[in-house]
């Protein structure tokens, strides 16, 4: 369970905290960032620095540790999405990065696969941009994208996800040999992508002008994220940011999304124990948790239980959960468990479509601390076994 300082600050609002089985989500707060980043960010708190300073030399930084070419940091993965497609629009020009989301005389169109329309893609449209589909639900071939490139498209969108990669969509690859031959940017949401390191700094590496990534998938405050970008990307996008809109009096869509000092030291200690952690002893961590929530569902009639193998990305392992009879609900589960005391949270799976499907659940071992599995287990078994 959480700790008694935490119990007590919550409980002075009056709100109980809750167990967290669902992993890295924005609902719950992201992540707790463990001690030395804590630490980082307490020394950083008692002075002044530059922002624009701190800013670049953190990001170069950052850069380094991740093998990438260069980094803003920004208020969340969904900033750095707004911030690029900002940057696309406006580039260099001033008076363009005035009049944002106004998009006129600008070109506006990002292009986004059919497949791969999702929730975050409202933080494209926030800085004006339209959104292209090209391909249908059932896949993409080159053609379409080919012939979906017009005189107003501004760049391509693409989404990576290598722990559940669709066979069906076009590559990034693909993608960024395409746009490129057409000179058409292309932005890649990457997210989760924080594990193998290699990856973080992979899809600009290949090619592609602009990567997101999320660092409440890595222990740093969870308000924070990583724009990912050539170093021309990166030049662009720090004109669209809150620090430029105060340095140069160019006022851009990016003022509310700002961060504090102390969340761009926090970012970087972050950065440092990601890039330097023993990351076996956390996959086995992570695994012998998730074996021991699986170890309290053995034998409940009319569910299949299983132990997930991945360990690409941002939430290794886990333990799915799937009804054997499709006429059945696992919803009830969710929200007794929710419900219950103490709170746990976890959720029902969503399909490719976005739908929630209500016959699987999946729990996270990512936000659960120790101890906290064998609750987990328990409380898990006893809903489960009310099914029947
Ligand atoms: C979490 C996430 C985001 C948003 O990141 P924030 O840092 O919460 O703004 C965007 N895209 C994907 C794929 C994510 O998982």
Same mark, same amino acid.
């Given at each position: 369970?959480? @700790?008694?300082?935490?119990?007590?600050?919550? !409980?002075?609002?009056?709100?109980?905290?809750?167990?967290?089985?669902?992993?890295? $989500?924005?609902?719950?707060?992201?992540?707790?960032?463990?001690?030395?980043?804590?630490?980082?960010?307490?020394?950083?708190?008692?002075?002044?620095?530059?922002?624009?300073? +701190?800013?670049?030399?953190?990001?170069?930084?950052?850069?380094?540790?991740?093998?990438?070419?260069?980094?803003?940091?920004?208020?969340?993965?969904?900033?750095?999405?707004?911030?690029?497609?900002a940057?696309?629009?406006a580039?260099?020009?001033?008076?363009? /990065?005035?009049k944002l989301p106004? =998009?006129?005389?600008?070109?506006?169109?990002?292009?986004?696969? %059919? *497949?791969?329309?999702?929730?975050?893609?409202?933080?494209?449209?926030?800085?004006g941009?339209?959104?292209?589909?090209?391909?249908?639900?059932? #896949?993409?071939?080159?053609?379409?994208?080919?012939? !979906?490139?017009?005189?107003? =498209?501004?760049?391509?969108?693409?989404?990576?996800?290598?722990?559940?990669?669709?066979?069906?969509?076009?590559?990034?690859?693909?993608?960024?040999?395409? &746009?490129?031959?057409?000179?058409?940017?292309?932005? $890649?949401? %990457? &997210?989760?992508? $924080?594990?193998?390191?290699?990856?973080?700094?992979?899809?600009?590496?290949? #090619?592609?002008?602009? !990567? %997101?990534?999320? %660092?409440?998938?890595?222990?740093?405050?969870?308000?924070?994220?990583?724009?990912?970008? =050539?170093?021309?990307?990166?030049?662009?996008?720090?004109?669209?940011?809150?620090?430029?809109?105060?340095?140069?009096?160019? *006022?851009?869509v990016?003022?509310?999304?700002?961060?504090?000092?102390?969340?761009? $030291?926090?970012?970087?200690?972050?950065?440092?124990?990601? =890039?330097?952690?023993?990351?076996?002893?956390?996959?086995?961590?992570?695994?012998?948790?998730?074996?021991?929530?699986?170890?309290?569902?053995?034998?409940?009639?009319?569910?299949?239980? *299983?132990?997930?193998?991945?360990?690409?990305?941002?939430?290794?392992?886990?333990?799915?959960?799937?009804?054997?009879?499709?006429?059945?609900?696992?919803?009830?589960?969710?929200?007794?468990?929710?419900?219950?005391?103490?709170?746990?949270?976890? *959720?029902?799976?969503?399909?490719?479509?976005?739908? +929630? @499907?209500?016959?699987?659940?999946?729990?996270?071992?990512?936000?659960?601390?120790?101890?906290?599995?064998? /609750?987990?287990?328990?409380?898990?078994?006893?809903?489960?076994?009310?099914?029947?």
């Amino acid at each position: 369970m959480s @700790d008694n300082r935490a119990t007590a600050i919550y !409980s002075e609002l009056g709100i109980k905290p809750i167990i967290n089985a669902i992993g890295s $989500v924005t609902l719950l707060g992201g992540s707790t960032p463990p001690k030395p980043v804590l630490d980082a960010m307490d020394d950083a708190n008692s002075t002044y620095v530059p922002l624009e300073e +701190l800013e670049e030399k953190a990001g170069r930084y950052i850069a380094d540790m991740f093998g990438a070419k260069a980094v803003y940091i920004t208020s969340g993965a969904g900033s750095a999405l707004t911030l690029a497609t900002a940057a696309f629009m406006a580039g260099d020009n001033d008076e363009l /990065i005035k009049k944002l989301p106004d =998009t006129s005389g600008m070109k506006d169109e990002i292009l986004i696969q %059919a *497949r791969q329309r999702y929730h975050y893609e409202r933080c494209l449209t926030l800085a004006g941009a339209k959104l292209v589909e090209f391909g249908t639900k059932e #896949g993409t071939k080159r053609s379409d994208l080919e012939s !979906s490139i017009t005189e107003n =498209t501004v760049a391509v969108h693409y989404v990576a996800n290598e722990t559940f990669s669709d066979p069906n969509v076009l590559s990034l690859e693909e993608t960024i040999d395409i &746009a490129k031959s057409r000179n058409v940017p292309v932005m $890649v949401d %990457a &997210a989760g992508q $924080v594990y193998p390191i290699e990856n973080i700094g992979k899809y600009v590496n290949m #090619g592609a002008d602009f !990567s %997101a990534m999320a %660092a409440k998938y890595i222990g740093a405050p969870h308000s924070t994220g990583f724009a990912i970008g =050539t170093e021309e990307m990166i030049r662009k996008i720090s004109l669209q940011s809150f620090i430029a809109y105060e340095m140069r009096r160019v *006022r851009g869509v990016g003022r509310p999304q700002k961060i504090d000092r102390q969340e761009i $030291v926090g970012a970087v200690a972050s950065v440092k124990l990601w =890039t330097t952690l023993n990351h076996e002893d956390r996959l086995a961590k992570a695994y012998k948790v998730s074996d021991t929530i699986a170890s309290y569902l053995k034998n409940i009639q009319g569910i299949k239980v *299983r132990v997930k193998d991945n360990s690409i990305g941002h939430d290794p392992f886990g333990v799915s959960i799937e009804l054997e009879d499709g006429d059945q609900s696992l919803i009830n589960v969710v929200n007794n468990l929710k419900n219950g005391n103490p709170s746990i949270w976890l *959720r029902c799976n969503t399909d490719m479509d976005g739908n +929630l @499907d209500d016959s699987k659940l999946d729990v996270s071992p990512f936000g659960l601390h120790e101890g906290e599995e064998r /609750i987990v287990g328990e409380k898990l078994s006893e809903e489960l076994n009310k099914l029947k």
